[in-house]
């Protein structure tokens, strides 16, 4: 019952990192569409993993399901890291591709 308990404490700590890493994302530059849609993906794969850690601790594997909510909590975050970049990256590409248009469209005139 201890080891559901400390599995319970841990998940909650891996939301919580998530959501501020989230809310972080949100309240950067151009980043509140990317908080949303990360959002949404977090509220699918959480309850995935969360189960899956669950069922990993109902089995008896205790250090199996501590190791797991690790590399899911460093999965998550790379995700989110990724994710951010790819959007800044993409964004700026688009401001680029703005630019260039808006100087070929005035050098035509």
Request: with cysteine; hydrophobic share 50%.
């Amino acid at each position: 019952m201890t080891e559901y308990l400390s599995l319970c404490v841990q998940l909650q700590f891996t939301l919580m990192m998530l959501n501020t890493l989230i809310l972080a994302i949100e309240h950067r530059a151009g980043g509140h569409d990317l908080a949303v849609k990360v959002n949404d993906q977090m509220i699918l794969a959480y309850p995935l993993s969360t189960s899956l850690n669950i069922g990993i601790l109902v089995a008896g594997f205790v250090s199996t399901s501590r190791a797991c909510l690790a590399v899911t909590l460093f999965c998550y975050i790379a995700f989110l890291i990724l994710s951010y970049r790819w959007h800044q990256e993409k964004q700026e590409a688009d401001a680029e591709a703005a630019k260039k248009s808006e100087s070929s469209a005035s050098a035509a005139k």
